[in-house]
Nanobody, 119 residues
């Protein structure tokens, strides 16, 4: 599985950005997720979609971020609304046959895309 993110950039607080992750390879029974690494902090998981379509969010992004994917599982999206300065960081998409491994050591990673939110 190969992953490649796009769509990062700069936004004002309260603004919106959409991140996209292009997926190639065998993706049946694969869980996907978006994680981020804030400046000077550890990586954290923020949104996940399991192979059965179950979606989970980090509490701090619930109601603001939406994860989705197309039916073929070739594009993973993260719609980010009402952005806050604490959303700044490097955003990565990840994939693994086991959803529980997405936060502790996924098998597949994108290269990351930078999101900067200014207040």
């Amino acid at each position: 599985v190969h992953l490649m993110e796009s769509g990062g950039g700069s936004a004002q607080a309260g603004g919106s950005l959409t991140l996209s992750c292009a997926v190639s390879g065998h993706t049946r029974s694969t869980a996907f997720g978006w994680l981020r690494r804030p400046p000077g902090k550890d990586r954290e998981g923020i949104a996940f979609i399991d192979s059965d379509g179950t979606i989970r969010y980090k509490d701090s992004v619930k109601g603001r971020f939406t994860i989705s994917q197309d039916d073929e599982k070739k594009t993973l999206l993260l719609q980010m609304n009402d952005l806050k300065s604490e959303d700044t960081g490097t955003y990565l998409c990840a994939a693994d046959p086991w959803a529980n491994r997405l936060t502790v050591g996924a098998s597949y990673w994108g290269q990351g895309t930078q999101v900067t939110v200014s207040s």
